[in-house]
Structure formats: structure tokens, C-alpha cells
């Protein structure tokens, strides 16, 4: 819903005609400088009188008190709209790389971060590694019980304990609308096991209780090692098999190609 209104709002906005644009900014720039100028007389005939003052006392006072009152207020008012306009940017710079719902990236960035590493010459000894892929477990059965909003509290809870169990470098992205890949550069298959398995049981002792009835969360996970750069496909195809596993957490493992 949220993403419609925002899609009706970008329409709306896409929909008025330039010349009418054109026409409110000439409208606003004939407006201020017809206030620039009556401020402008107004205070060069109020000095006028003051006959206290020389010729050259009234020209200090004009020259000072002119760009206080009319450059002060514009310039405030160009920095908040410079500064409006960096936050929308920054917005939709996020809105554009994050998944809105859970704060991890979104699939599109996510699988363009790992094409553009396995492109790219990685360092010696940065080539191997290791690709989850997390499924949470019940989803459908807490969307239908509950409803889709506690679904998606599901979610966010669910991303928000996989982004505590991974490292900095490591990088976490929603693939799907219930799956999340997580890519762990420079990881031994020991360790791509560790941190599985620390992810299901973090994720299990997460507490979750929609409209006051205690559920328990769980996911499954499905992994592959890999001992040089590969293309998203190739590592997602066999981290997905892995998901079947009886035991919640598969990892499989792809052999340096033969030369």
C-alpha cells in the first residue's frame, strides 16, 4: 500500500506541466523582487528625514541593512531547501538499496555487489568463501494465524538476528519474499557452519508474540563453500538444494575447477 501511495505521489508530481513550473518560479522571482525594491525605498526615504545624519551615514546604513533584511531571509530559506533536497536524495538513495521492510539490501543491489566481485580481480587468498541462503521456517502458518503484519514483524526480527550473527564485511541482502542470502568473503567451511548454526539458534531464542501468544521462530539454512569467485547463480543453485536437509542446515561444497 505504502509503495502505491508513494507510486500515485510520483505520478502526481510527474503529471504537472513544465510551463507551469516555469510559470510559479517567474511568478515568485517577480514577487521578490518587487519586495526587494519597495523595502529598498521605503528605507531610503524614512533616512531621508533623519536630519542627524550625513549623505554618507545614510548610504552605511542602506548599504548594511539592505543585504541584512533582504539576503539574510533568502539565504536561510535556499540552505533549508538545499537541505530538504539532500535528504530526499539520501532517501531515495536507501529507499533504492535497502529493503524497505527489513533494512537489509534489496535483492537487485545484493546480487549486483557479488556479480561485481566475482567480475573484479579479488586479492589472493580473498577468492574462497562461503553463500547462504535463510528460509524461515512457518511463515505462511503466522500469516494466515495472525495476519500479514505480524508476518513482516517476523521478517524484521528474523534479518535484524542475521545481521548480528555475521561479521562487518559480510554482506546480507533479501533475495525473496521469505528468503535472505547471506555473503561471507574469505570464510572456511568450518566456520560458514559456525555461523549458520549460530544464526538458527539465535533465531530460535528470539522472542516473538504475536497478539500475546508466544510463537517460536526458526529458520532453515542452505550453504555452499566455494574456493574461487562465482557468478550469483552459480552459487545460489546449490546453496537453495541444500535448503532440503532434514536437519535444517545443509552445506555443500564447490571444488576448485580443474585447469
Avoid at 538499496?97 to 549486483?112: E, H, K, P, Q
Wanted: overall charge neutral; proline content about 3%.
Amino acid at each position: 500500500m505504502a509503495i502505491e501511495r508513494r507510486s500515485t505521489m510520483s505520478n502526481a508530481a510527474a503529471d504537472v506541466p513544465v510551463h507551469h513550473e516555469w510559470k510559479t518560479i517567474a511568478w515568485l522571482a517577480f514577487l521578490g523582487t518587487v519586495g526587494s525594491l519597495c523595502v529598498s525605498l521605503v528605507l531610503n526615504y524614512l533616512l531621508l528625514f533623519s536630519e542627524a545624519l550625513t549623505p554618507f551615514g545614510r548610504g552605511m546604513i542602506t548599504a548594511t541593512l539592505l543585504p541584512v533584511v533582504i539576503c539574510l531571509p533568502l539565504f536561510v530559506f535556499i540552505g533549508l531547501k538545499l537541505a530538504e533536497i539532500r535528504r530526499y536524495r539520501r532517501e531515495l538513495n536507501r529507499a533504492a538499496t535497502f529493503d524497505t521492510l527489513t533494512g537489509c539490501l534489496n535483492g537487485r543491489v545484493f546480487t549486483s555487489l557479488i556479480e561485481r566481485r566475482a567480475i573484479r580481480s579479488s586479492p589472493q587468498g580473498e577468492r574462497s568463501g562461503a553463500f547462504l541462503v535463510i528460509h524461515p521456517e512457518h511463515l505462511n502458518a503466522i500469516n494466515l494465524r495472525f495476519g500479514l503484519n505480524w508476518g513482516d514483524e517476523a521478517l524484521r526480527l528474523i534479518a535484524s538476528t542475521i545481521r548480528s550473527c555475521v561479521r562487518s564485511q559480510d554482506i546480507v541482502g533479501r533475495i525473496g519474499a521469505s528468503m535472505f542470502g547471506v555473503f561471507l568473503p574469505g570464510t572456511s567451511e568450518a566456520e560458514a557452519r559456525t555461523v549458520g548454526e549460530r544464526i538458527r539458534a539465535t533465531v530460535s531464542q528470539v522472542y516473538f508474540a504475536p497478539q500475546g501468544a508466544e510463537e517460536i521462530l526458526a529458520v532453515s539454512v542452505g550453504g555452499v563453500v566455494f574456493e574461487q569467485d562465482l557468478d550469483f547463480e552459480d552459487m545460489f543453485r546449490p546453496a537453495e538444494e541444500s535448503l532440503s536437509g532434514k536437519s535444517g542446515f545443509g552445506l555443500s561444497r564447490i571444488q576448485r575447477a580443474s585447469i
